[in-house]
């Protein structure tokens, strides 16, 4: 297979992003396809404040370019066309990409009714941003912290941790 065409890029980039959200507790399946809805990736994210894990759905762009508010607003199609056992309550969506969220694609995700959020995942595996609506608070994000640890001290070696109550969720 040609390692410059889309299909091999966003394939690479979505066992990535897999493998980069599993570190944080994620628990993921590639789903892809016709039909998906967009979903790239399907699972559950357990975190200690919650009795049971919550359900995610993952949408990777991996663009050379900004991401746009338009990504955004196409995650909320995500929820519509997700699968049966992800609609409802307890239910988050995520848009990850390779770039930082502009200001538009932030507003967006604030808008939004839907509870979603954003994660930048460097072609290397690297979490550098995690961000998202108060929706997702409400669905059991609240009082889940982001912060960024420095691997011997080095900027260039930064990641997201998650943290609870001031404390690390995972490393």
């Known amino acids: 297979m040609d390692t410059s065409s889309t299909v091999y890029v966003g394939t690479h980039y979505e066992y990535t992003v897999q493998s980069a959200l599993e570190r944080l507790g994620m628990s993921l399946k590639s789903i892809g396809g016709r039909s998906d809805y967009g979903i790239d990736l399907l699972g559950t994210w357990a975190l200690p404040p919650l009795s049971q894990p919550l359900k995610v759905l993952i949408q990777c762009k991996a663009l050379a370019g900004k991401l746009l508010p338009s990504h955004a607003r196409e995650l909320e199609g995500a929820f519509v066309g ?22 538009g694609v932030r507003e967006a995700l604030g808008r939004s009714r839907w509870p979603m959020g ?18 997702a608070e409400q669905e059991g994000l ?11 001290g080095d900027r260039s070696q930064r990641e997201v941790i998650l943290t609870w109550k001031d404390q690390t969720i995972r490393e």
């Open 82 to 103: 997700a699968p049966a056992g992800w609609r409802g309550s307890g239910v988050l969506g995520f848009v990850v990409s390779q770039n930082p969220a502009t200001k």
């Open 118 to 135: 954003f994660v930048l995942c460097r072609p290397d595996g690297r979490i550098l941003q995690m961000l998202w609506n108060r929706r």
């Open 142 to 152: 609240e009082g889940v912290g982001v912060g960024l640890k420095y691997a011997g």
